[in-house]
């Protein structure tokens, strides 16, 4: 299913490049939306690599030139939280627990700091609008929350501090902008992340461990030309 | 310190990298508070009167237990069997693992009467302990071999995972009487010179658990002039039987008023030289059925939250007739008297 999208957006890019009739060099976009997790990330059950996230806000820049008509150079920084769903996390306790005792969740949230770079494929501008897709790869630092649980009869059965790491992380994206001027303009971005940190636990045999962060980001922002 | 991705995973791919150590939803394991049939043991005969002690490893455990299924419903027989725990701290499930081992020591016991209530002072020297005191090796067990259950011991030596016995069964006269005995437990560093023991007797009628201490500087098995107490705390007008002592707790079954029905599993803490009042286990442990001669391992801190209890019971939805149910209980069991 992915092959013959990916065949048809290299087709059009083509075609449309040979059809470009304008050429923007260099852009900063500045946007803000909404971060959704999906795959395990997602998950709010106690399976395997299960993150319990909820969905957070992002702030990000992305920088655009366009070397040639169709394909530029890409970069962008951005920001995401995402909270850890303490009420999701403290029903999976009640339930592999089968209700015995009382369990009490404490719990931050997930903040993510992100530098990628890359390259885009765009459309020429049409009634003002054009269209980008892009893949980044880069660095970034996650910060796990700290997590508590508390449980009635057994204490304190769950506990990690917040802890970071930084890793590689890699994103698949596609914008849409809208051009009001020469100077301004509006983007619609949307873009998958995936990252995967590795952790430290304070508690015996337990160590170390890894989480497959995966989450979405739908933004709006604003275009500068530069 | 942090674990860095490796430079070598593709930027790309790195979703679809799986990893062997994901987030861990407990610190530890935790024995379900709700009685588990331990299948692997239990047969559509009578299946109790169980010992477990810690084994090579604290993540193994050796249970022997009574059984008639050797019989085939006839006289009560030893086996043995090592059982290995663990728990899935992603999800809470446990498990106890279980497999026979043939064991001299049992076999050696074993006669065509009943043998019931093995207790054993010491169990294999853990590899890397070498401090332990291995010179303990004493197997209590109860016999009717004489007409009546009666307290023997049989000395061991244990060399490569083999228990060797002695082959001279200590009838304990210090105890025993014309009526039942059995079940005895020892309760360790209660006297610095004595040792004191636990055990079921009907000699005064209805089933009481009583004290022995041994002579001074004596072992109990070793000392003709025995002195007897009934411990009255733990006592009841009921039947009370099979006590089990482990540090400062002591777990027995007792047909008293109080319970859920049949015999129960109740507990009583040592403390100020004195044994406390008895509480009951609960229904989440007691049914109307009859629960019957709890054992209770401690486990590891560092690996479980709680305690592992193994009893019989007759309840519905076992294999039949007595099984073996473990069940976990609280490490500070004994504060919440």
Redesign the interface.
């Known amino acids: 299913m992915k092959k013959p999208i990916i065949l048809i957006l290299l087709l059009s890019f083509t075609i449309t490049a040979v059809l470009a009739q304008k050429v923007r060099k260099r852009v900063l976009i500045i946007n803000s939306g909404i971060s959704v997790p999906f795959?395990e990330f997602a998950i709010k059950k106690?399976?395997?690599?299960a993150g319990f996230a909820g969905s957070g806000f992002n702030l990000g820049i992305d920088y655009l030139s366009t070397k040639i008509g169709w394909l530029g150079f890409t970069a962008s920084a951005g920001y995401s939280i995402m909270n850890f769903d303490n009420e999701s996390y403290r029903l999976?306790?009640e339930r592999?627990?089968?209700h015995?005792g009382e369990v009490e969740v404490t719990a931050g949230n997930y903040n993510i700091f992100k530098t990628v770079a890359g390259l885009m494929l765009k459309t020429p501008e049409f009634h003002h609008i054009e269209f980008l897709v892009n893949?980044q790869?880069g660095y970034s630092i996650t910060i796990h929350p700290e997590i508590k649980?508390d449980h009635s009869?057994?204490?304190?059965?769950?506990?990690?501090d917040q802890?970071?790491?930084?890793?590689?992380?890699?994103n698949l994206g596609m914008k849409i902008n809208y051009i009001i001027s020469d100077k301004y303009g509006l983007n619609l971005s949307y873009c998958l992340n995936?990252?995967?940190?590795?952790?430290?636990?304070d508690?015996?045999?337990?160590?170390?461990?890894?989480?497959?962060i995966?989450f979405q980001n739908i933004n709006v922002g604003f275009i500068f030309k530069l | 310190m942090n674990i860095k991705s490796t430079p070598v995973t593709l930027f790309l791919f790195t979703f679809l990298i799986s990893c062997s150590q994901p987030r861990l939803n407990f610190d530890r394991g935790i024995i379900p508070p709700a009685p588990g049939n331990l299948t692997g043991v239990n047969s559509s005969y009578d299946d109790y009167n169980s010992m477990i002690i810690t084994s090579t490893a604290e993540s193994q455990f050796s249970l022997f237990f009574s059984t008639n299924k050797t019989s085939y419903g006839g006289n009560f027989d030893f086996v043995f069997y090592v059982c290995y725990p663990s728990a899935d701290l992603i999800n809470a499930e446990f498990s106890i693992y279980t497999y026979k081992e043939e064991n001299i020591l049992v076999d050696s016991v074993n006669s065509p009467f009943n043998e019931l209530g093995p207790y054993l002072t010491y169990d294999r020297a853990s590899w890397w302990d070498s401090g332990s005191d291995e010179s303990d090796r004493r197997f209590f067990y109860t016999s009717d071999i004489n007409g009546n259950p009666d307290i023997f011991c049989e000395y061991y030596t244990l060399d490569n995972y083999l228990y060797t016995p002695s082959g001279n069964p200590i009838y304990l006269s210090g105890i025993n009487t014309l009526s039942d005995e059995g079940y005895l437990s020892i309760h360790r560093d209660e006297y610095p010179d004595r040792e004191a023991v636990y055990f079921t007797s009907n000699r005064d009628g209805s089933f009481d658990i009583y004290r022995a201490l041994s002579e001074e500087n004596k072992l109990i098995d070793q000392s003709a002039d025995v002195g007897i107490n009934k411990v009255e705390q733990v006592c009841s007008d009921s039947d009370d039987k099979c006590p089990f002592v482990k540090d400062d707790l002591m777990v027995f079954a007792s047909n008293r008023n109080g319970g859920f029905g049949g015999y129960d599993l109740w507990y009583s803490t040592y403390k100020d030289n004195e044994w406390s009042l008895p509480g009951n286990f609960g229904q989440d442990i007691n049914t109307e059925y009859d629960e019957f001669r709890p054992v209770i391992m401690v486990t590891n801190p560092d690996e479980f939250l709680n305690n592992l209890m193994i009893f019989s019971s007759n309840r519905p939805g076992g294999s039949g007739r007595f099984d073996l149910y473990y069940v976990g209980v609280n490490k500070n069991l004994s504060s919440d008297n």
């Open positions: 795959s106690m399976d395997y690599d999976e306790y592999v627990l089968n015995d893949a790869l649980v009869r057994y204490g304190i059965i769950n506990s990690i802890v970071h790491d930084g890793a590689l992380i890699s995936y990252l995967l940190p590795g952790f430290h636990d508690m015996p045999f337990i160590g170390s461990f890894f989480l497959p995966r």
